[in-house]
Every structure is written in structure tokens, then in C-alpha cells.
């Protein structure tokens, strides 16, 4: 075809799609954005019917002019959807979408879409019915990919561009009000970095007993931000601390040489002991002031275990590695745990809501391995772990047990670390320095 028109309408979706490339969010503001949901288009398109619009001079307009320009559509798939199901419902024919998916192919295997991917579609009413012509298509699978397919003539032509990922510090520090997680939260602190920052602590913190309100808390991880969307992804923590009392917590993260990757206190000692404190997940402990169904008991003489307080089905960790020894019904401990670590040593855990996945007599377990849920089976009336550490059979105070230190660090490595440690250190103390606000962005 020697028509000049598919090649005005290609070089007319390029420069489309490059305006939409070059101000993303300024986009949103030329053309009618919308999410596709279908129910809610099918719901937009009754309304329309009914619909009169009133001009700026009090004349009626009659209905919803079809729109000819083209519009920018971001599409939200369902979880199991297909591309093809996607884009149907947006009134693609199936030779387009065939087309699409032709040219896709080779750069994204159209399968494998899920629904966290950024799909964004520019179409245009048809000439003729109620279809719609898609003029571009532009697919994030991920943070640095992004997949451009433009309309030429009746195929469309895909490139795959990579993206550049500034890489930010994050620093966050407070005060605990009600509850470390909660708190974190609050400051926009995702999961997986609380998570890190709790798992980090469990050795050596009781989150039960230990955090109260007024606690103090700082941690910095790195964000990676999209330079051309604003997306963010959190990296990995790199240090948190906690004050409890006088004694201050410190933990960085540290790559060895060889690649392993732990955390260490700021003398360069693992922080991994034999025995988490908290062998519960700790972002979930409801805080124990004010409990009215179930007291958070520490140990006495007539409690010889201590309490964690948290919803049912919350997991439950091994507190360090060894061999189940009992798993069953155990009179008022309800469904309880007993894990032996060594010869001298062993760890206890009641009113079970369930078993974890393979535990039973016998098994051995690692060191956080989830070897049960919170409940309240037993003689309780409130969900929580009740937990025992037993020497030589018998219960002792878990509180009170004084564990070794992490191995250290040692020649160069812990020159490195030492290093490395200055360099964190630098990184959240300018950052406080100079935001008030305790929740800053650099890069
Ligand atoms: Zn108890």
C-alpha cells in the first residue's frame, strides 16, 4: 500500500508514545486516563446513556461526544488473566492482538504476565462500531524493563529499552508509640525491611518485654527509584539500632569477601546466637499493656515460661537448630513443642494453634524454621506462645540466660567490616543532622 495515511498514523503514535515516554505523569493530564476495570466501564457505559452535560453557557449538550483522539488506558489485570483477555475487554479486535503478541514474542513471552506489571495501552476509537484501534503499547515486567510496541500499519513493532535505577539512601528513626512495626509503618518503612530489622534483633531482643513506648529506633536501607517514573523498590537494610534502657543495639549489614552476607554488631560480631529472644515473629506481638483476655505473663515461680502475645495463626519459630523431641497434645499446654539443641539445652513451645509443615518426634529443625502457629489450645484464654527454655530438663528464666557472643570478625575482614561500619555510620548520622523529620531521601 502506497497510502501516505498507516505511515502518519505510525509517525503519529511514535510521537505519541514519545510524549508519553518523555512526561509520564504530565501524560495523564493531555489525555483521559483510566484504569481498566470492567465492570466499572460497563458501568460508565450505562451511565453514559442517561448522561446530559451541561456547556459552560447552560446549553445541553447531547451525551458524551465519541471520543476520536487517541486516550491512554493503564490496565489493571486480574491474577490468571490473560494479555489476550485483557486487552479484549477493551474492545481490541483478536487480528490486533494476534499481532501484538506476534510482535512480542521474541522480547516477553506474553505468558508470563502478571498482574504487578504495568501495562499501558493508547487506542483510539475505530472508524467503524464500537471498536477500538490500538495505537501503542508500553509493558514494565519489572523495574528496569519496559517493552514499547507501536502500531505500523497493520503489524506493530517492539523494542525493549532498559532502565536506569537511582539508587537512594532511606533513613528512618523514631520513637515506638504503641508498637515497633506499627511505628515503622507509619514512616512508610515496607515489610521486608521491618522484617529484616526484627529478624536482625530476635537474638538479642525480647519484643515482647523489651520494647515499650518511647523506645528509640533508626534504620537505613537503600531504595531504588525509577528516574523516569518515580517507582521505588526497597533494597536490603543496611543498619538499624534500638535503645532499651541504657544498652543500645546496633546491627549492620556486611558482605564477606567470599559473598556471604550477614549482620554483625559494631565490634564486628555476628549477631546470630545459639537462641532467638523472640522466637516469634515479632512485627505481629500485640503489645502487652492492657491485655484483657489473656495476661503476658513473665516468669515466676508459678509461670515458668514466658508469654508472647500475638494473633492466631502467627508462626512460630525454632529458637536455634536441633531435635524435636516431643510434638502432641501435652494436658493444659494444649498442642506443644519441645526441641532439644544440645546436651544441655532444650526449648519448649505451647497452646499451638497448629504444627508447623513435617514437624514431629524426631525431625531436626534449623534455627527460624517455623515449627508451629500461635493458638490457644490448652489451658489459656487468650492466642499466645507460651515458651520454656529447659537446662537439664528443668525450666530456667529465658530472660536471665546469658548467651556467647557471635563469632567475630577477624584480620582484614574485620578491617573491611570496620570500614564499611564508618561509612554507614557517616551515611545516618548526616542524614539525621539535617532533616527534623527523621524520615529523609538522598541520593
Ligand atoms: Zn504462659
Redesign the pocket.
Known amino acids: 500500500m502506497n497510502s501516505p495515511l498507516p505511515r502518519l498514523i505510525a509517525g503519529v503514535t511514535c510521537f505519541v508514545i514519545a510524549i508519553t515516554i518523555a512526561t509520564w505523569d504530565k501524560w495523564a493530564l493531555l489525555f483521559r486516563v483510566q484504569t481498566l476495570d470492567f465492570d466499572e466501564l460497563a458501568l460508565e457505559e450505562q451511565a453514559e446513556g442517561e448522561e446530559t452535560i451541561v456547556g459552560p453557557d447552560g446549553d445541553k449538550a447531547e451525551g458524551e461526544p465519541a471520543k476520536k483522539e487517541p486516550t491512554e488506558f493503564i490496565l489493571d489485570l486480574q491474577s490468571g488473566e490473560s494479555l489476550y483477555t485483557v486487552l479484549r475487554k477493551q474492545n481490541i479486535t483478536p487480528q490486533q492482538i494476534h499481532q501484538v503478541v506476534k510482535a512480542l514474542r521474541p522480547l516477553f513471552n506474553p505468558r508470563n504476565i502478571r498482574p504487578d506489571h504495568d501495562l499501558h495501552i493508547v487506542s483510539k476509537p475505530a472508524k467503524d462500531g464500537d471498536r477500538q484501534e490500538l495505537l501503542g503499547l508500553t509493558l514494565r515486567p519489572n523495574m528496569t524493563t519496559e517493552i514499547v510496541l507501536e502500531a505500523e500499519g497493520s503489524k506493530f513493532r517492539a523494542k525493549k529499552i532498559k532502565l536506569q535505577l537511582l539508587e537512594k539512601n532511606q533513613v528512618v528513626s523514631g520513637k515506638v508509640d504503641y508498637s515497633l512495626y506499627a511505628d515503622a509503618k507509619s514512616k512508610n518503612v515496607p515489610d521486608s525491611i521491618i522484617n529484616q530489622m526484627i529478624r536482625g534483633f530476635s537474638y538479642d531482643v525480647d519484643f515482647q518485654r523489651s520494647i515499650t513506648p518511647g523506645t528509640e529506633y533508626g534504620l537505613y536501607y537503600k531504595v531504588f527509584e525509577n528516574e523516569r517514573t518515580g517507582q521505588q523498590e526497597a533494597g536490603d537494610l543496611q543498619f538499624a539500632y534500638l535503645k532499651i534502657g541504657p544498652k543500645t543495639y546496633k546491627i549492620y549489614r556486611y558482605t564477606h569477601k567470599g559473598g556471604t552476607i550477614g549482620f554483625y554488631n559494631g565490634k564486628g560480631e555476628t549477631v546470630r546466637k545459639t537462641l532467638l529472644k523472640t522466637p516469634v515473629d515479632g512485627a505481629r506481638l500485640s503489645s502487652g499493656f492492657g491485655m484483657r483476655r489473656h495476661p503476658v505473663?513473665g516468669y515466676s515461680k508459678m509461670?515458668k515460661?514466658?508469654?508472647f502475645a500475638a494473633p492466631i495463626g502467627t508462626p512460630i519459630m525454632a529458637a536455634g537448630d536441633g531435635k524435636v523431641i516431643k510434638a502432641g497434645k501435652w494436658s493444659s499446654y494444649g498442642n506443644y513443642v519441645r526441641i532439644q539443641h544440645n546436651k544441655t539445652y532444650a526449648t519448649a513451645y505451647?497452646?499451638m494453634h497448629r504444627y508447623g509443615k513435617g514437624i514431629k518426634v524426631g525431625k531436626w529443625v534449623r534455627q527460624g524454621q517455623i515449627i508451629g502457629y500461635v493458638g490457644r489450645t490448652g489451658r489459656?484464654t487468650g492466642p499466645?506462645l507460651?515458651?520454656e527454655v529447659l537446662k537439664n530438663g528443668v525450666q530456667v528464666n529465658p530472660t536471665r540466660i546469658t548467651q556467647m557472643a557471635g563469632n567475630k570478625l577477624k584480620g582484614q575482614e574485620l578491617k573491611n567490616f570496620l570500614h564499611h561500619k564508618k561509612a554507614v555510620d557517616g551515611v545516618f548520622e548526616t542524614a539525621l543532622a539535617y532533616d527534623p523529620q527523621h524520615i529523609i531521601q538522598y541520593g
Open positions: 505473663l509461670h515460661g514466658i508469654d505451647a497452646h489459656c499466645h507460651h515458651y
